[in-house]
């Protein structure tokens, strides 16, 4: 059976009738850019190569989601994880929810909580900012909070201090609502083309009034932040208040079109760029002992990483494959490039030529222990 086609007519998708081979008037630019439309990596949440729950979380930190960073200062401590949980329907399985367990019902005026995600510049230049053919851009996304009330959700131009903020209602708690905001084009300021930080993505979930004594700003403009989450409600009021997002996609136009739907496959691939974790048992690259009682041990990365990753560990140790017979001792990890990373170590007992060596879990279960490869925005 042949597939309905569609085309975007200016206020809607209609489809396209068989006899139609003048497309003067339609919008084509969206089927031009079926994919690649989302700027935002991991909108649906099916990515946690950390951790799917994180407790005693106050301030800024990857925890859960790839991607995305919980900000908090001094606003309440906070559980975030990944839950089975999204709208009925939507074609989502997960979201990733913020829980209050300490709340801060009275937030100090540079208080404040979001959660956000860095885009690299060199991925948004199609936005055209910073010129006179600057692009509107469009966010939506399924939201539930037990909290109802005023929310802020806020661009903001990490190159040139710019940002714009808009508003949006929970109207019942404890209830999946769709949010479709648009933000106008700024012909000031363009991203820089490089594979940094340039744009930042952020939701407010609370705000002291160094952040909301002003006047919301719903334009372009430099940044004041007075003027950057007025309205904004309070989540960390009380202990349990919880908001929950899935579906999030930031896309150029003043449209919002369907998710872009990834495979997981894909979604992790990107979010491998900033973030490899090793577990314990993974097997890195054959080493060879520079001297009786040290050595080297390196590992090819997933993936290309946006800069040089910076490593840290969890518990694991490096042992000898072929005897077990040496304590791995005084580990210093050492980036490599992009491609590859590695590590020098000294060995209690004496060893020398080629050998083997592979990561451990120090606590006796499999995949607990890790090594964490870094190049987060």
Known sequence: MA???????????????????NLSGYQTKALNQFAHRNLVINGDMQVAQRATSVASITAASYNTADRWQSVITTQGTWTQSVENDAPTGSGFAKSLKMLCTTADA??????????TQRIEGQNIQHIKKGTSAAEQITVSFWVKSNV???YIVELYDLDNTRSVSKSYTINASATWEKETITFPADTTGAFDNDNAGSLRLN????????????????????????NRAVGQTNLASAISNYWQVTGVQLEVGDT???FEFKTVEDELLECQRYFQRFNGGYGWVGAV?????SGTIGATLMTEMRTI???????????????????????TYWEGSTKWVGATFTASGSFSG????????????SGTDYIDASSEL
Do not use: H, M
């Open 256 to 258: 919002a079109t369907p």
């Open 148 to 150: 109802t009330g005023t």
């Open 106 to 115: 009275s937030p100090a005026a540079g208080d404040l909580v979001q959660i």
């Open 289 to 293: 002992g520079t001297s009786l009682n």
């Open 354 to 365: 080629r050998f083997y060596a592979f990561v451990r879990d120090l606590s006796g279960t």
């Open 203 to 226: 939701f407010w979930l609370g705000s002291g009034t160094d952040y909301t004594s002003g006047t919301l700003a719903t334009t372009w403009v430099a940044t004041t932040n007075a």
């Open 309 to 331: 990753p910076s490593l840290a560990r969890s518990g694991c140790q490096i042992n000898d494959y072929w005897t077990n017979g040496y304590s791995i001792t005084g580990i």
């Open 3 to 21: 597939k309905q086609a569609y085309v975007y007519s200016g206020t809607d998708w209609v489809p396209l009738a068989s006899e139609v081979t």
